[in-house]
């Protein structure tokens, strides 16, 4: 399969997922502010992981993030039955929900660039003052 074929659908299947889990009433998921990052479906079509994030992870016990992810396990299902009647695709594959940590990551990372960024200013200051001597 052609990966510009792949790519329109890893986008779809994220698209669609994002729509349905908008309407989900289960209140493991609805009471979070769920993200759909994005998708990846394997080259035959059976399988994806679609890739989910949410508002405020630092706030978020252990138990409650565990319910998370058993309600999204228990709409899996549903969704699949959803992305089937609304994509036209010959084989609907089997979703698993996969938590995308590279948002939270890349918030510490900034985090500790800030911090570096400000114990190095003094320095960078009091050489720019010596050039100026010279």
């Not at 960078?124 to 100026?132: A, R, S």
Request: charged residues 35%; proline residues 4%; without cysteine.
């Amino acid at each position: 399969m052609p990966k510009y074929r792949r790519n329109r659908i890893n986008d779809a299947v994220a698209q669609e997922a994002s729509d349905i889990i908008r309407d989900i009433k289960d209140p493991r998921v609805s009471s979070f502010m769920i993200t759909i990052t994005g998708a990846d479906v394997t080259g035959d079509l059976k399988y994806a992981k679609v890739f989910y994030s949410f508002l405020d992870d630092s706030a978020l016990d252990a138990e409650a993030e565990k319910d998370l992810r058993r309600g999204l396990k228990s709409i899996a299902p549903y969704v699949r039955r959803e992305l089937a009647a609304r994509l036209n695709m010959r084989i609907t594959p089997e979703i698993t929900f996969v938590r995308d940590k590279g948002v939270s990551h890349g918030a510490e990372i900034a985090s500790l660039l800030n911090s570096i960024k400000k114990t190095e200013a003094p320095a960078d200051v009091e050489d720019e003052e010596t050039d100026d001597e010279l």
